[in-house]
């Protein structure tokens, strides 16, 4: 049989087997039930939390219209009474919370009284609320009117940005430079997620063969090389059809929820960045986890049975952490030393760089000279370590992963 139909044979044995597999299946379930949810949480959270409303008292100690600040909503009902039995209100549960609002030197002063503390999230909308109205209080003591308050609310200042280098490309705004720190987020979450999970899983199966012995009889008839290949093809179309599939999932959720609210979000937040920035994000996630596989199909190779897998991916899983990190500090300052290094680093350069790539002003030749780094870097991997497997496919040993390396040379050659 031609080499390039073993090859073929292979791939179709393995995508078969492994797009069949409950594993595949209840895994891309799980993660379409993930989108899901996360997709209709508002949704999910009314149905599940959904009761009546928390009522607050509040006690004004002033002549200022609280009313316009503090308004009713799904969650919570204002009632406006004396001070009278409050605090035995709060602690039949009448009331959730208590509001006593007062004037200290032309401030507006609030005291914000509970039965029980008061969970985070109540605490910062209270906060805000209040804050709010205390902004409005002082405006009221300056005998605005309410039309100069709104005006004085809701005015921003025009800003343009301007860069005095005329060699320099035009400076991203804002809004394109945290559409661009989102999208990157995303991108690190798909790669340390499919990394993780398909690492392991050519890892395994490399060693597991090994492990049973059936790899021997497999290579009687199919070049080592063959079969190196065809593992790696073979894993990376899974990994693509998961992909696509979770894609596809979480286009139709963002079509066909909310209204429709969450997919015009989506596209207002994608407008903002250039096509050129998706290929590059697509060039980086695609090559990263290639490049990852053919770590995880070497370090198959290297252990003797399955049960060593776990030792041999550590240090590629811990790679993978690394560049998340740096990642997640990116996302306060993508403009670091820390970051700039980290995204030619070839192992964390597909999560960090797109980050730069989106979320600062850099030179265009930086990202092409990171992508031609991380391009050079897949093939020499693939070539060495194509060179390596040979050897190390049929060669057991024990000890660590240098242990087992130095086996392997000491062996064949």
């Known amino acids: 049989m031609p080499v390039l139909s073993k090859f073929n044979v292979l791939i179709r044995k393995l995508y078969k087997q492994k797009i069949t597999s ?60 004396e001070a ?63 039309e100069q308050q709104q005006l004085l ?20 705004s804002a809004e394109e430079k945290m559409a661009g720190v989102w999208v990157s987020y995303a991108i690190g979450i798909i790669i340390y ?7 392991s899983m050519i890892t395994t199966d490399v060693a597991s063969e090994k492990g049973s012995r059936a790899l021997e009889m497999l290579l009687v008839s199919v070049k080592p ?23 596809g999932g979480l286009l139709l959720l963002l079509r066909f929820s ?20 998706f290929l590059y994000i697509v060039g980086f996630l695609f090559l990263t986890i290639f490049m990852y596989l053919i770590i995880g199909a070497l370090f198959g190779s290297l252990v003797s049975k399955v049960e060593e897998a776990g030792q041999v991916m550590m240090p590629a899983m811990m790679l993978t952490l690394v560049g998340f990190y740096v990642m997640l500090t990116g996302m306060g300052n993508p403009d670091t030393m820390l970051i700039k290094v980290f995204s030619y680093i070839p192992f964390t350069s597909g999560m960090v760089m797109p980050m730069r790539l989106g979320a600062t002003d850099m030179n265009a030749i ?3 000279i990171s992508f031609v780094i ?40």
């Not at 599940?48 to 409303?53: E, L, M, Q, R, V």
């Open 84 to 146: 009278g039995d409050v605090k035995d209100k709060l602690k039949d549960g009448d009331y959730y919370a208590a509001f006593t609002l007062s004037d200290a030197d032309g401030k507006l002063a609030a005291k914000i009284e509970s039965f029980d503390p008061l969970p985070l999230n109540d605490q910062q909308d209270f906060q805000s609320s209040l804050s709010q109205a205390g902004q409005l209080y002082a405006m009221s003591q300056m005998e605005l009117s309410p």
């Open 374 to 413: 991380l391009v050079g870097t897949v093939l020499t991997l693939y070539f060495l370590s194509l060179s390596f497997y040979k050897r190390s496919v049929l060669t057991y040993s024990s000890g660590g992963i240098i242990e087992k390396m130095k086996t392997v040379f000491k062996v064949t050659t």
């Open 258 to 277: 909310d209204g429709g609210n969450k997919w015009s979000i989506v596209t207002d937040l994608l407008d903002s960045l250039s096509i050129s920035y």
């Open 366 to 368: 930086e990202p092409i």
């Open 225 to 247: 090389e063959v079969h190196f290949r065809s593992k790696i093809v073979g894993v990376f179309l899974v990994a693509l059809t998961q992909f696509v599939i979770l894609f």
């Open 22 to 81: 409950k594993s595949f299946i209840l895994t891309t379930l799980l993660y379409l039930v993930v989108l899901s949810g996360f997709m209709f949480w508002s949704e999910i959270k009314d149905l599940i939390f959904s009761g009546d409303a928390d009522t607050i008292a509040v006690i004004n100690e002033t002549d200022f219209d609280i009313a316009q600040v503090l308004q009713d909503s799904d969650d919570v009902e204002y009632v406006y009474v």
């Open 153 to 172: 609310l809701s005015s921003e200042p025009v800003i343009t940005l301007n860069s005095l280098n005329e060699a320099a490309d035009d400076g991203k």
């Open 193 to 199: 997620v499919f990394v993780a999970s398909y690492l």
